[in-house]
């Protein structure tokens, strides 16, 4: 967990800059491709090397994902229905729906394949 907080660390930190000079948008589905990848390897992975490897780039792309998502959300939304999009706790229900599906999982792999499948519907927002 620890490597994947250190990803998160930098993904935060970084994902401001890179979202400055590249925009939101490829930033953002960056992140959803490098959630994807990792997380996938994370699934295939033999050693706990590179689980931990895996981990520390599940932790890069999240921390991308939410230091770029609030902002891309607070841009495109109307400026009297910010209050709400912004408040939304769509965080913690997300978190809740995770912890749900991980308990009817019960398998660490299939946690770690389920979130690489989920994550590929949302490349379709590209267009």
């Known amino acids: 967990m620890s490597t994947q907080l250190g990803g998160v660390m930098l993904g935060n930190f ?3 800059l890179l979202a400055d000079r590249f925009g939101r948008k490829p930033v953002l589905f960056a992140s959803m491709f490098v959630l994807t990848i990792s997380n996938l390897v994370g699934y295939l992975a033999g050693s706990w090397v ?23 959300l607070s841009e495109f939304t109307l400026a009297q229905d ?3 999009v912004i408040g939304f706790p769509s965080w913690p229900i997300q978190n809740c729906l995770f912890a749900l599906l991980a308990w009817l999982l019960k398998d660490w792999r299939y946690i770690q394949l389920m ?11 590209w267009w």
Do not use: H, K
């Not at 895996?54 to 609030?70: A, P």
């Not at 979130?115 to 379709?124: D, I, K, M, Q």
């Open 82 to 84: 910010r209050p709400f």
């Open 50 to 72: 590179l689980m931990a490897a895996s981990r520390l780039f599940v932790g890069l792309g999240c921390g991308l994902f939410v230091n770029t998502q609030y902002s891309y």
């Open 14 to 16: 970084f994902g401001g």
């Open 115 to 125: 979130v690489s499948l989920a994550c590929l519907p949302t490349f379709l927002a």
